[in-house]
């Protein structure tokens, strides 16, 4: 049988590689097995929006079966007061901002006073537990853990506080969750992630599922050398679209699936173990593990451990406009928001629906004033107003790629689905006109127009936003059957974006040259990624695939009887 005629598979949303050495731990009863005899320092980690005192229950009733008396210590409490973690953890040039803050820096250890380690009972444990657990002398360490859209889910329904905060010291917010907390947290989990002894998934708490870390680490070592997926995730928003439901089966009794996650660093997981076992581990952990092998030497000591490009979709299928926006120039994104590289992106379009439109590039005409004016008008008295008087229009024909530098106004029309190809930084959206839209709560959506003027790049406008922008493919190889094309790529961006079409039974060859890939399958039914160390990875329509820089030389074959199309993107 050719390997064109193997029927392929439909999109998979929950990919998982096999632990390496180890089974997948379940429950709290057999976690506290683990545990050598006391008398045992025992400290959990992990993040701040968790439910402590649910999971200390857990474990204590677990190891009292044991016959072991537990004495806990929450690390918590151990904290600096509120109003110093905020001093400590401020940027006043976005105290008032409400939308946006100074992504910290520091480590989780600058939020502590004094860190006292409790001695443990007589043949017992001590207990120490909460965010920066491993700090405190301990004789074994556990991370219980659960993936970043629990703990915004929590944060955003008021369940969880942000880190530092007591009950007293009012409400969490998203805004310190997603540029303090999380940056506070996963640079202290990567740290400590060498000694780790156990990891616990506790996505359900009452019934967690956990590996050994040795085991972690030998899955982590084997993953940096093949390639593999992340697990995508799905969100609503006001303007979201219904593409992914009809089109990939996902969410289905959500109001939309806006926003789809394939890769981005920050927040995507990793499933390992077996199919209803597995463990969810954050992608951001694997690459600090393993630099050089994921991210390459060079691109390593470029970017440190962030890995540094993004793919998620963008779903207006049934749904709306996206806001016309902008993202920071660099020196803004270094100065203001603390990011060491900006917001650079591009939108590759699967779908072009019924509007046909992707809004980017100011117009040759624009005049500046005016649109300030009316932007403003529109935020303060609710006036709507021409957006296409300042901002041009292009058609959004599928498979083309509209690159998006940052500074320039752009946003996808209603009918579309684009898949962004950027640098990893995600949450700096600096929107001029949102149509007036409101949100779940009735409140009409913030724009940011402050940000956004003072970064609207107007060196390039009218004719020169097509040469640019909207580029036409440019061939790069050819082989029998197949060729690689140049999308786009601007002297400003880090990245570049190409595209691979396998129209034969031949494989296409390609070679990471020591710089990791990302591939998604934007049309056809299927094709088989066969790396020279032979690893093989099936990769569906839709899909996206993470190709290690230490993966070498590879080939990709169509396991359908269709042509297919790839993007690709990697740093250049």
């Known amino acids: 049988m050719r390997v064109r005629d193997v029927q392929p598979r439909s999109y998979e949303p929950n990919p998982h590689y096999p632990l390496e050495g180890a089974d997948t731990i379940p429950g709290w009863a057999a976690s506290a097995r683990s545990l050598p005899e006391g008398p045992v320092t025992l400290a959990l980690d992990g993040p701040a929006a968790f439910d402590w005192h649910a999971a200390v229950a857990l474990l204590s009733s677990a190891l009292e079966e044991r016959g072991l008396t537990v004495a806990p210590t929450d690390l918590r409490e151990q904290l600096a007061p509120w109003n110093e973690i905020v001093e400590r953890t401020g940027f006043a040039g976005l105290a008032d901002d409400p939308d946006f803050d100074r992504l910290a820096d520091g480590t989780l250890g600058d939020l502590f006073d004094a ?3 409790p001695a443990p009972p007589a043949g017992g444990v001590a207990l120490v537990f909460g965010p920066g657990a491993a700090l405190v002398a301990h004789d074994v360490l556990w991370y219980a853990d659960a993936p970043k859209r629990f703990a915004e ?11 530092g905060q007591r009950p007293t010291d009012g409400p969490p917010t998203t805004k310190r969750l997603f540029y303090i907390d999380w940056p506070l947290l996963d640079r202290h989990r990567d740290a400590v992630a060498p000694d780790i002894d156990l990891w616990i998934d506790c996505q359900d708490l009452t019934a967690p599922r956990s590996v050994a870390g040795e085991a972690l680490r030998r899955t982590a070592r084997s993953l940096a050398r093949r390639p593999f997926r992340t697990r995508p995730t799905f969100n609503t928003t006001s303007w979201g679209g219904h593409w992914a439901q009809e089109e990939l089966g996902m969410n ?7 926003l789809g996650y394939e890769l981005i660093a920050p927040e995507s997981g990793v499933l390992v173990g077996e199919s209803g076992s597995a463990v969810e581990v954050p992608f951001q952990l694997l690459v600090a593990l393993h630099p050089d092998e994921i991210l390459g030497p060079e691109v390593h000591e470029v970017f440190g451990t962030s890995f540094p490009v993004r793919f998620d979709y963008l779903d207006t299928v049934g749904g709306g406009s996206l806001s016309v926006h902008c993202h920071p120039q660099s020196d803004y994104m270094r100065e203001v928001f603390g990011w060491p590289y900006t917001q650079h992106e591009t939108y590759y379009v699967m779908v072009g629906g019924e509007q046909n439109t992707v809004y980017l590039g100011l117009r040759e005409d624009a005049d500046l004033a005016a649109f300030e004016h009316e932007a403003h008008e529109a935020h303060h008295h609710e006036t709507p107003f021409d957006i296409t008087a300042y901002v041009q229009t292009h058609a959004a024909d599928p498979h083309q790629l509209f690159v998006i530098p940052a500074g320039t106004p752009h946003g996808s029309g209603k009918g579309n689905v684009v898949l962004e190809v950027s640098a990893t930084p995600y949450l700096y959206s600096l929107r001029f006109y949102d149509w007036l839209r409101r949100d779940a709560e009735g ?25 640019d922008l909207v580029p036409a493919p440019r061939p790069l190889r050819t082989g029998e059957g197949w060729r690689e094309e140049l999308l786009g790529a601007l ?34 039914e299927g ?46």
């Open 115 to 117: 860190l006292v380690a």
């Open 153 to 163: 889910a929590a944060v955003i329904a008021g369940r969880a506080p942000n880190l």
């Open 252 to 258: 289905r009794d959500a109001a939309n699936t806006a």
């Open 443 to 467: 409140r009409q959506r913030p724009v940011h127009l402050g940000h956004a003027f003072e970064n609207l790049t107007t060196g390039r406008t009218g004719d020169a936003v097509t040469e």
């Open 491 to 524: 002297p400003e961006m880090f990245f570049e974006v190409r595209r691979i079409v396998v129209e034969g039974d031949h494989p296409a060859e390609d070679d990471t040259a020591g710089r990791f890939h990302i591939l998604n399958l934007v049309e056809g």
């Open 527 to 572: 094709v088989e990624i066969v790396t020279e160390s032979g690893h093989r990875h099936a990769l569906a329509y839709a899909e996206t695939l993470v190709v290690p820089a230490s993966v070498g030389r590879y080939t990709l074959t169509r396991t359908g009887r269709s042509p297919v199309r790839l993007v690709k993107s990697l740093v250049r």
